[in-house]
């Protein structure tokens, strides 16, 4: 056993190391025998743990809202809501009655515009669809929605429309009320009071050598290895990795892109070039979300 503290090489930890190092000795040290006599230590390690609760409570509460699940289950119950719509005029591409071609053109003519809404983020998406549905329902195009049997879709999307548009407010109206933190603010003042309190149990343990102060140097140590031996090897890796791809490019990020995820499903598969064909009557094969049918 070690009778000085073990260095750590705090300028390569994460935030979230540092507040673990913390955590960890917090918790090794209530859970031993030792007992603090001492009013300084006591004080210190008193701050260290209200430093600690603050620093966790704040990292729960920049955490994802309660309201993103309901939100994302209530974006793919409309997105289904669209495409179902959309379906339903396709179901008339094919049939031979005039009145029902001619609303068959109308709506596909207006609901083209529209047809990639589904790949961009919320707010756009919510604008899209309102001004869809306004149109939906506007006197030019009620005749086109009867003659094509669309009453029950245009209701079904208004629905859940209506439910994503209240959910997103509560959402909003949550994250505007909370208070800004600075999280790694508050992890850099955590870990400087984890400093102060291991240099004086660094200074007592050289100055008085007791029983106590010797365990209390060893649980901190114990943490101070395990962080260090960590960041050893993860340093590692980096500086091998680095000398083995140091001639490749780092890939190009277009400004302001993002990964695809669920939120931005397509209607229609990329090899889809039109979202309805006016007037064709020939057979073909698509897709929506994943299932295969004959128009």
């Known amino acids: 056993m070690t009778d000085t503290l073990l260095k750590l090489p705090a300028g390569y930890l994460h935030a979230e190391e540092k507040s673990q190092i913390v955590a960890r000795l917090v918790t090794e040290v209530e859970s031993s025998k030792v007992k603090l006599t001492d009013e300084d230590v006591k004080r210190l390690f008193t701050r260290l743990k209200s430093k600690l609760t603050a620093f966790q409570s704040a990292k729960l509460s920049s955490r994802k809202s309660k309201h993103t699940a309901l939100l994302k289950e209530a974006d793919k119950t409309r997105d289904i809501d669209i495409k179902a719509l959309y379906a339903g005029i396709r179901t008339y591409r094919s049939s031979t009655r005039p009145q029902e071609q001619q609303a068959y053109r109308n709506l596909y003519y207006l609901c083209e515009p529209y047809k990639k809404m589904l790949t961009t983020n919320y707010e756009k998406e919510t604008a899209m669809i309102a001004k869809l549905l306004t149109q939906l329902k506007s006197e030019k195009y009620q005749a086109d929605i009867t003659a094509l049997s669309l009453t029950k879709l245009v209701t079904n999307l208004t629905e859940s429309q209506t439910q994503f548009e209240a959910l997103f407010t509560t959402?909003?109206?949550?994250?505007?009320?909370?208070?800004?933190?600075?999280?790694?603010?508050?992890?850099?003042?955590?870990?400087?009071?984890?400093?102060?309190?291991?240099?004086?149990?660094?200074?007592?343990?050289?100055?008085?050598?007791?029983?106590?102060?010797?365990?209390?140097?060893?649980?901190?140590?114990?943490?101070?290895?395990?962080?260090?031996?960590?960041?050893?090897?993860?340093?590692?890796?980096?500086?091998?990795?680095?000398?083995?791809?140091?001639?490749?490019?780092?890939e190009a990020k277009s400004e302001g892109g993002s990964t695809p995820t669920e939120d931005s499903e397509p209607i229609l598969p990329p090899a889809e070039s039109e979202l309805l064909t006016p007037n064709e009557t020939t057979t073909e094969t698509t897709t929506l979300n994943g299932e295969t049918a004959e128009t």
């Open 171 to 250: 959402r909003v109206k949550e994250e505007l009320s909370k208070e800004p933190v600075n999280y790694y603010t508050l992890c850099n003042e955590l870990f400087e009071e984890y400093k102060r309190f291991c240099q004086l149990i660094d200074a007592l343990a050289w100055a008085k050598g007791s029983d106590t102060y010797q365990k209390l140097l060893a649980i901190i140590n114990n943490g101070r290895k395990y962080t260090a031996d960590t960041v050893a090897r993860r340093t590692g890796r980096l500086k091998k990795r680095s000398t083995t791809t140091k001639e490749k490019a780092p």
